[in-house]
């Protein structure tokens, strides 16, 4: 399970459909861009709190999973915690994933 969200992250990342970061993720989800979030386990409670009252008050999906080492190394990024997916199919996907390795 954990190869397909890593091949996933990567496909997304080189067709440009992910992005990272705190505020770049913030901003494309108020520009409705962001399909699904996903978030790393061990950030803080109050950004998790605050990503997870943004999402459901924009109605976007979001998935808290795996820790920020671990997503940063699937996306190829280096120290993120916050992966936001903006095409809806690598969202679908992703987050099918996700649910499945729960």
């Known amino acids: 399970m954990r190869e397909r969200i890593h091949s996933y992250l990567g496909f ?4 440009r459909n992910l992005i990272s970061g705190y505020n770049t993720c913030l ?3 108020q520009k409705r861009k962001v399909k699904l979030l996903i978030l790393a386990a061990d950030l803080s409670e109050n950004t998790l709190e605050k990503f ?3 999402c459901e008050s924009q ?3 979001y998935r808290i999973c795996l820790t920020a080492e671990q997503l940063s190394m ?3 990024e ?3 915690g916050i ?3 903006t095409d809806q199919k690598f969202a679908d996907v992703i987050s099918k994933e996700i649910d499945q390795m729960k």
């Open 83 to 85: 992966f936001g997916v």
């Open 27 to 29: 901003y494309g989800i």
């Open 59 to 61: 109605k976007v999906e």
């Open 74 to 76: 699937y996306a190829g």
């Open 12 to 15: 997304a990342r080189k067709s």
């Open 78 to 80: 280096e120290g993120k």
């Open 52 to 54: 997870r009252r943004l």
